[in-house]
């Protein structure tokens, strides 16, 4: 609880005068204003985050964390959750989406064990930071209790911690734990009161009762553990996950140190709508990448009061959406650095 609370202590705001002055550069650049987009905004958030007129990002780390859920047991997915463990084994070897992808950007992946059912061997290349071997099944009681659920958010603020101090400047959010998009909706339902059936999506692979026995088993969960919507931990230890909790603490961790935090789709937004209701100044750290194509994704991101900047029909999860967005920020960096300003190339003209 101690680094939680020292974590939150250290989070401020995004630097204004940073902001303003990547600003009037931007809208003095050999350029229609305006005309670079969504680009210039990034410029602009990253300004303000590194307190740089021109910000440099070429330290990026995805960090993806694996859990598994209980919930699993109620048959809300097709998956056996031995593919947690597969998939978390594999992602040190380089052989997922998501380490393709980041491959792309020279971007390390790093993967955190914080509730994988079974013990993963001791060579696997896999940091554990384990708080239960899975959550237990929210359909019968609590996914787990407040200070486990505590303990999440501060395995993921140790892990992000741990890789700022050796230099990133850059990072992601990325999940891996087969059942996750059961607790997702269901802190959205929670957070918002929509039923569960209007925000349930298929998953990774809707199980033989279909979405309306899944949005059914949500229902349940809430209904039986009454997750209180204003103490969001209170709603992560009911109906959550502990790999939500820790991207959560992956969040906050970069809000702290003034990182930017690229987000993935909509398990990694919900772990953004945790980290904000814990302190809503993060929001200012956070990069929304891709739109998901999960129900609830384009309703916990107008939650954030964030707009993804790629629509790309993903919904593979892992952080992939996360690493295809890093190249649009490294334009934006390059965009302040290289390109000119108009009186600069009427200079380079007269030369």
Do not use: W
Not at 184 to 211: H, K, M, N, R
Not at 269 to 292: G, M, N, R, W
Request: net charge negative; hydrophobic share 45%; with cysteine.
């Amino acid at each position: 609880m101690q680094l939680l609370h020292d974590t939150i202590q250290n989070i401020q705001g995004a630097n204004k005068n940073s902001r303003e002055q990547a600003r009037k550069r931007i809208d003095i650049l050999c350029k229609p204003p305006g005309s670079l987009g969504k680009l210039e905004s990034i410029a602009v958030q990253l300004s303000g985050i590194t307190g740089q007129l021109y910000p440099v990002i070429d330290q990026k780390v995805m960090i993806v964390c694996a859990a598994d859920h209980g919930v699993c047991k109620e048959g809300v997915t097709t998956n056996p959750q031995d593919v947690t463990l597969f998939q978390t084994l594999n992602f040190p070897k380089g052989g997922t989406g998501v380490c393709a992808i980041a491959s792309v950007t020279n971007t390390k992946v790093v993967t955190v064990d914080v509730g994988v059912k079974d013990d993963l061997p001791l060579n696997s290349g896999v940091i554990v930071q384990k708080v239960k071997y899975g959550t237990d099944n929210m359909a019968q009681g609590p996914a787990m209790s407040r200070e486990e659920a505590i303990q999440s958010i501060e395995a993921g603020i140790r892990v992000a911690t741990d890789e700022i101090i050796k230099g990133a400047n850059l990072l992601g959010t990325g999940e891996m734990g087969i059942g996750n998009t059961t607790p997702s909706t269901a802190i959205l339902a929670v957070l918002t009161g929509y039923d569960p059936i209007e925000i349930t999506g298929f998953g990774a692979g809707v199980g033989q009762g279909g979405i309306a026995h899944k949005a059914a088993v949500i229902q349940k969960a809430i209904t039986l553990n009454k997750p209180n919507p204003n103490d969001i931990i209170d709603v992560l230890a009911k109906v959550g996950g502990l790999e939500i909790g820790a991207m959560a603490g992956i969040i906050l961790a970069a809000a702290s140190h003034r990182k930017p935090v690229v987000i993935d789709g909509f398990i990694s937004t919900i772990a953004a709508l945790i980290a904000y209701q814990i302190e809503p100044k993060v929001k200012d750290f956070i990069i929304p990448s891709h739109a998901s194509e999960e129900p609830g994704a384009k309703i916990a991101a107008e939650l954030l009061g964030v707009e993804p900047v790629l629509h790309m029909n993903m919904r593979l999860g892992e952080g992939s959406g996360a690493a295809l967005a890093f190249p649009l920020l490294d334009a934006a960096c390059s965009m302040m650095k290289n390109m000119v300003t108009l009186e600069e190339a009427m200079n380079l003209l007269a030369k």
